[in-house]
């Protein structure tokens, strides 16, 4: 049985691995955007638009590396400002329709790679891991 420090090396090395692969993935789809602007781009979905200072606080990334995340985006036609009805200084962004294909796209990838990779996993080994996964992230 291996030692605590050497199991939490190779969880570390697999994880790393793993994000080098979504950050690649992410790259071959539009090479003009990062994994992180995926992200924000799928959370605007998810939070039915929100404005820049919740994506610095979601993602715990600077407002200025939001700023030009966002501007990027802005300029590729991927997002959309909305004033922010409860305080008309703010901005809501929001992914447009091209946006929205877009992480449509990205989403039925990433979709068929699962697929592929998990294909002879057991149900209860796919349960295990997802509870496993939520464990993890239910941390932060």
């Known amino acids: 049985m291996p030692s605590r420090d ?3 090396d190779t969880i570390q090395r697999e994880l790393t691995a793993f994000a080098r692969r979504a ?5 071959q789809l ?5 994994l992180v602007t995926y ?4 959370h605007m979905v998810e939070s039915g638009g929100c404005r ?3 994506l610095a606080a979601h993602f715990m990334l600077d ?3 939001v700023s030009r995340q966002t501007a990027a985006l802005e ?3 991927l997002i ?5 009805p409860g305080d008309h200084r703010g901005q809501i962004l929001r992914p447009s329709e091209q946006g929205l294909r877009l992480l449509q796209e990205a989403y039925e990838q990433r979709q068929a790679s699962y697929e592929d990779r998990l294909t002879d996993w057991a149900d209860d080994d796919l349960e295990r891991l997802a509870g496993y996964l939520r464990r993890y992230n239910a941390a932060d």
């Open 39 to 42: 992200s924000m781009l799928d």
């Open 80 to 84: 959309v400002r909305d004033a922010d």
């Open 6 to 8: 050497v199991t939490i």
């Open 52 to 54: 820049a200072t919740d």
């Open 23 to 27: 950050r690649t993935r992410a790259a």
């Open 75 to 77: 300029r590729l036609g």
């Open 63 to 65: 407002k200025s590396t």
């Open 30 to 34: 539009h090479p003009q955007l990062s």
